[in-house]
């Protein structure tokens, strides 16, 4: 019996001129379960879609369960015996967990169907509510219907894509339980996860990429403590800092103020209870690993999600309820992540596209000022530019508001290190000016040398907040990689 049930040898997939996947070579054997971790862009989900049959590759070789899934159609691997349970479940909410369960197993055999699907139920712990319509159930409940789906398929491979998500306390333990009793009934998986506490406690080996590429692979513990997967994750610091500005007066009064907020994406908890102020000039940097909360808190801020609970407040000015264009007017502005100009509109369309009045175009000097090429670039199409030259452009339509506070999300993400100096360089920049700045940026160390003060989130929650100088290097690694600095590797 070949104990190889996944293998791949330079394996890569592209979008495009964009290379998600890149010469990744992979073997997968039975009854092991490997986690697969790495920063925002890594390629993780590219890959576990492509074990999924999801997508094809657009080059290497990729052997699941026996088959060549470079010629492999879609529905093949669920046919060999591959499941994948995403992130976000979408059951038949109209439909009971019984239902769904069955319509998952139309791939078995007819005469080994209900077997399949009472085995499923009882291994995920479902069978009590098994008429319950699936859009009744609670969160955790609808994790254990979408693995009792893919236990539906009887598996031989588990594919799980950040199952943990919004999970915490004793609903995490029971997922993890769950998943470790799907590994005890035989099957193999392969886990894509950011709460590391998931892997730590569950993968026998880890396997880390960046950029599409393999960094490294090994135990938990050895790749949580790897120098190189430190880096990618918290940056690498710089000998030179750069300057600080005077710290302000506690008589300064806050400009903008987050009060005890929480943001659901449907049953999914993101943000619970998270506070803090911002004072003119000041920079907050909102670290914690990918799935924290982060971008969430940017959009809570900015009206695009609304909060569950809680407050925000601008210059006294209760905002909590303003749409997303009435806080812009107010003077909250945000830079996404991605950027989301309209590619096929010139530099000078996109930056108008911020000024609060068509007549009045003065605001612009000020992105002139801070990004002099942009001026050069006024008549070119933005789809045309650099990634540098494109996020230039997504900062100064921002600035184009004059904003009181804006919000930077994932600044630097897929720029080269230069061009990573020059963005923060403009941040500082910006600060100077007295804007309040709200960073939230994958460098930690980066951050750090710019910010006045630090909001560290892990699973939603604030677990740090203070100055800089204030955090040690062992919080900030237990809340990125699940382990202390000083933890040491088991033998």
């Not at 369960?101 to 791939?107: E, G, H, T």
């Not at 594919?159 to 998500?165: H, S, W």
């Not at 237990?478 to 000083?486: E, M, P, T, V, W």
């Amino acid at each position: 019996m070949n104990d190889v049930l996944i293998e791949a040898a330079g394996l890569s997939r592209s979008f495009g001129g964009v290379t998600a996947v890149n010469g990744v070579d992979l073997e997968v054997r039975r009854g092991e379960v490997v986690g697969i971790m790495g920063p925002n862009g890594a390629g993780k989900s590219t890959l576990l879609s492509l074990l999924a049959g999801v997508r094809r590759p657009s080059s290497g070789e990729l052997t699941v369960c026996g088959k060549d899934m470079t010629r492999a159609a879609r529905t093949d691997a669920a046919r060999l015996g591959v499941g994948l349970a995403h992130q976000i479940p979408k059951p038949f909410r109209k439909l009971t967990v019984r239902q769904n369960i069955q319509v998952a197993s139309q791939v078995v055999p007819r005469r080994r169907r209900a077997d399949v699907v009472r085995d499923a139920l009882e291994l995920s712990g479902m069978s009590s509510k098994a008429d319950t319509l699936a859009g009744q159930l609670g969160l955790l409940d609808l994790k254990r219907l979408e693995l009792a789906r893919v236990l539906a398929l009887d598996p031989k491979v588990v594919l799980l894509d950040e199952v943990a998500a919004g999970l915490t306390g004793s609903d995490l333990d029971e997922l993890i339980e769950l998943v470790a009793a799907v590994h005890a009934s035989g099957r193999t998986i392969v886990v894509v996860e950011h709460v590391q506490e998931v892997l730590h406690r569950l993968a026998t080996r880890v396997v880390v990429l960046e950029w599409g590429e393999k960094l490294c692979e090994g135990t938990p513990q050895e790749v949580s403590s790897d120098p190189r997967v430190v880096e990618i994750y918290l940056g690498q610091p710089r000998e030179a800092s750069v300057v600080q500005r005077p710290e302000r007066t506690d008589a300064a009064e806050p400009l903008l103020e987050v009060s005890g907020i929480a943001a659901r994406y449907g049953p999914i908890r993101v943000l619970s209870d998270v506070s803090f102020s911002l004072y003119p000039g000041e920079v907050l940097a909102v670290l914690g690993a990918n799935g924290a909360g982060k971008t969430t808190l940017a959009r809570t801020v900015q009206g695009t999600i609304p909060a569950r609970s809680g407050s925000v407040r601008l210059a006294g000015q209760d905002i909590t309820t303003l749409s997303p264009h009435r806080r812009l007017r107010a003077g909250i502005a945000l830079v996404p992540e991605g950027r989301r100009l309209f590619g096929s509109m010139t530099v000078r369309e996109n930056l108008e596209l911020g000024l609060r009045s068509a007549r009045d175009t003065s605001p612009l000097d000020r992105v002139y000022e801070l990004f002099p090429r942009l001026r050069e670039f006024a008549d070119r199409e933005a789809g045309n530019l650099s990634g540098g030259e494109q996020q230039m452009v997504a900062i100064g339509r921002a600035m184009a508001s004059e904003p009181r506070v804006i919000l930077f999300d994932e600044l630097s993400l897929g720029l080269a290190p230069v061009i990573v100096d020059r963005m923060l360089s403009a941040v500082e920049q910006i600060a100077s000016w007295g804007t309040a700045v709200v960073l939230i940026e994958q460098n930690v160390h980066r951050a750090l040398e710019l910010s006045d003060r630090v909001l560290l989130l892990r699973r939603g929650e604030v677990v740090f907040s203070g100055r800089p100088s204030e955090f040690s290097e062992d919080e900030f690694q237990r809340a990125y990689l699940g382990i202390a600095a000083s933890a040491p590797i088991d033998e």
